[in-house]
């Protein structure tokens, strides 16, 4: 058995392996993970495994990925860039990713931004560069896998990492107050949880923060574009200003484009730079997308983004109030992340499987994305879904109530 195969071996029995590698093969034809789309067509018609589906598991939010402006942008800057600029940026960029930090920030009302690859690479990078020795970094106990991970390596260089209680002011007091002595603490959130559609109390914990000598950072991924004015996220509408906010933001989700950013002060922008390994060490997003990114911004900051937002809003209506009018236990609706609360894996599993049958792509979501026995069926909507195919996903849960029980009250579910 050469090293190789004996690491293959070790991994095959670690427990997490072991849990999913049971439910792959006891639930192999219910499990609909790793799904390959053959197409995608009008309302959000997607072929997967050969049948068509309404698919409501996009993150594109507003449907911009099937816009023509956005599209266009796309194809004029691989005219005029080609596919990728092939340096890191720091030593150069391309004149589009300046202007697409201008246009962002502009959007925003914010001094700068910076944009990484991705939301996770923002998070990889700039975590543990924030941070020394002297400091902590203290954690929503359900925040985002990548904060976790940024928090890990700030650990290993020397960083204290704890923990508060989700979304709980009175919680992240304590802790910040039984710390000991800290140099700067970094308070790490999202602004909204990506399983629940749960938005935090934003404005109570950057008091606790500013009472308590602490920075919040704000992963917004889910709401950039969605939710707030504008569309710019959770934070400005609750807290009325970023003076003690980093905020990070997704360019791959409700912007259908690619990438994350973070958005500071012009001297923060300059520090990350040379603080987030990820941005030195690694490469850029790819020129053409960040042309398509400059395309978003001008529709966000028009007044058509009122139009697209209307529809958006429209089609979550539909779903929550129809949801709920059956009894289910309906999670979010303030988002367009509405998540249905199942409970038991293989029944999750099983309503999924069946809502597929029946011509719909909803997630079902088990352990260790949610808690154990805290299974979840997630809905996306999007503004580019017509109405009809909304009412009859709402239709098809009504079938669905037959063969699946739905808890209808006091199951513990989390982000
Ligand atoms: C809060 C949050 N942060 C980060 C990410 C990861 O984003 P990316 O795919 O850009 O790395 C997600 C993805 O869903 C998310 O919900």
Known sequence: MTPLNKLTTTLKQTGLIKFLSHFAEQFSDIM???????SIGEDRKVDFLGKTVTNFGSDSFLGLDQDERVKDALRKGIERWGSHNGASRAFSSVETNVLAEEKLAEWLGIEAVLIYP???????????GLVGKQDII???????????????IAKANGSQVLFFEHCDPSSLAKVLQSAGKYRHALVAIDGIYSMSGVIPPLKELNKVCMDNNAILYVDDAHATGVVGTKGRGTVLDAVGNYENILLVGSLSKGFSCLGGFIGCT???????????NTFIFGGPVGPPYLDAICTVC???????????????KRNLNILVQGLRSQGLQVLGGATPIVSVVVG????????GHILFQKGFYVQSVIFPAVPYHGGVLRIQVNANHRPDSVKDLVNAFQELQKEIEFPTAG???AA
């Open 138 to 152: 203290v954690l929503d106990q359900h925040c985002h896998n990548s904060i976790q991970e940024g928090a890990k």
């Open 344 to 351: 038991d894996e293989e029944q999750t599993l099983k309503a």
């Open 32 to 38: 609909l993970k790793d799904l390959s789309m053959g």
């Open 118 to 128: 991705s939301v996770t690479l923002a998070n990889v990078g700039a975590i543990p």
């Open 298 to 312: 001008d529709i966000l900051s028009s007044g058509e983004y009122e139009l697209i937002i209307g529809r958006l």
């Open 266 to 276: 012009q001297e923060m922008k300059s520090l990350l730079k040379w603080k987030s």
């Open 411 to 413: 199951l513990k579910n």
